[in-house]
């Protein structure tokens, strides 16, 4: 009985073992693709954002969303939090990132002054979250065009 129940513990030790061992995903902002487009012949702002998944294991039922941090400009915006791609509901619509993939969101806003880059510097962050709600990145979109 007793070499019965070591051996259990053997197998079940070496099963949480590899469950440990499993990958993980890894969420990261590509800085270089992800950008702020300012336009204002036309009044709007767009967010380009490229998100990729540097880990082994893919990421799924993620959600994201945009703070501003510049009251002024969340004013023009309508708020400063804003759910990407919601569904009639207001609900966040998710999605998945494929290990070693990526995912691009792009957000157009409307704006009824003129934007300065100086007003966009450090005030537009992305937020994205896991399944259990947890947030798994913020980071700053810096890049910021003007098309002119």
């Given at each position: 009985?007793?070499?019965?129940?070591?051996i259990l513990y053997i197998i079940i030790g070496c099963t949480l073992f590899l469950m440990g061992c499993q990958g993980e995903s890894s969420i990261?902002?590509?800085?270089?693709?992800?950008?702020?487009?300012?336009?204002?012949?036309?009044?709007?702002?767009?967010?380009?954002?490229?998100?990729?998944?540097?880990?082994?294991?893919?990421?799924?039922?993620?959600?994201?969303?945009?703070?501003?941090?510049?009251?002024?400009?969340?004013?023009?915006?309508?708020?400063?939090?804003?759910?990407?791609?919601?569904?009639?509901?207001?609900?966040?619509?998710?999605?998945?990132?494929?290990?070693?993939?990526?995912?691009?969101?792009?957000?157009?806003?409307?704006?009824?002054?003129?934007?300065?880059?100086?007003?966009?510097?450090?005030?537009?962050?992305?937020?994205?979250?896991?399944?259990?709600?947890?947030?798994?990145?913020?980071?700053?979109?810096?890049?910021?065009?003007?098309?002119?």
């Amino acid at each position: 009985m007793r070499r019965t129940a070591s051996i259990l513990y053997i197998i079940i030790g070496c099963t949480l073992f590899l469950m440990g061992c499993q990958g993980e995903s890894s969420i990261h902002l590509d800085e270089e693709e992800s950008y702020i487009l300012t336009d204002n012949d036309r009044s709007t702002l767009t967010v380009y954002a490229m998100l990729k998944n540097e880990g082994d294991r893919s990421s799924n039922e993620l959600y994201a969303d945009f703070t501003i941090k510049d009251e002024q400009l969340a004013d023009q915006l309508g708020s400063e939090k804003i759910l990407f791609n919601t569904n009639e509901q207001g609900i966040p619509e998710r999605f998945s990132i494929e290990e070693g993939g990526g995912y691009f969101i792009s957000e157009s806003f409307s704006v009824e002054e003129e934007l300065e880059k100086t007003t966009i510097e450090d005030t537009f962050f992305i937020n994205v979250y896991n399944e259990e709600e947890e947030k798994i990145l913020e980071e700053t979109i810096e890049n910021i065009r003007e098309n002119k």
